[in-house]
């Protein structure tokens, strides 16, 4: 009894905070064959607008970067003609929303590792990017951005994760990504 009692207050827990979704939406989907996943498809990094929730970024391991502006609903891909499609880290600066930064190369170390060929800015809200340096460090991890200076931004870099590497560790950046300092 206690058992079923705890399965019911989770369901109705879970129906009462579930977002709503519009079913017209899948209504011309049909199933199809994409072959075997295993190593595709990794989520890497997420960040999402503070002041509006429906725009949101993922990277992914090897897909590049996407933007939804509908809670996640529909996707566009918006990372795809740079250098690397691997993303490691995604910032937005929340006091200007348009300015995303993208790390990459994924930095979760494993057997099938994608490396990155440094950081990226836009300024448009990801319609334009422009690589702003540390193209060595092969796998960002963390991009911070300051939220009282946004132009001191912080990187985690993991350079290469199996053996010493001279560019692993923390940058910084006091001038918008002009210069770094480790």
Avoid: C
């Avoid at 890497?44 to 002041?51: C, F, G, M, P, Q």
């Avoid at 960002?140 to 560019?167: C, F, K, M």
């Amino acid at each position: 009894m206690k058992k079923l009692s705890l399965l019911l207050l989770l369901m109705i827990s879970l129906s009462g905070f579930s977002q709503e979704i519009n079913l017209d939406l899948f209504k011309n989907m049909k199933p199809r064959n994409i072959g075997p996943g295993g190593m595709s498809g990794r989520v890497t990094a997420i960040d999402v607008v503070h002041k509006n929730p429906d725009v949101m970024y993922v990277g992914t391991a090897s897909g590049g970067l996407w933007k939804s502006t509908s809670g996640g609903i529909n996707w566009e891909p918006i990372f795809e003609k740079e250098a690397t499609a691997s993303i490691g880290a995604v910032a937005i600066q929340q006091s200007n929303p348009s300015v995303i930064w993208v790390g990459t190369g994924e930095g979760n170390p494993r057997n099938s590792l994608n490396g990155g060929y440094g950081i990226y800015k836009s300024l448009d809200a990801g319609k334009t990017w422009q690589l702003m340096g540390l193209e060595k460090t092969r796998h960002i991890h963390r991009v911070i951005v300051d939220p009282t200076n946004p132009n001191t931004v912080y990187v985690g870099a993991i350079g290469s994760p199996w053996g010493e590497h001279p560019e692993r560790g923390v940058f910084k950046t006091t001038d918008g990504g002009k210069t770094w300092n480790k």
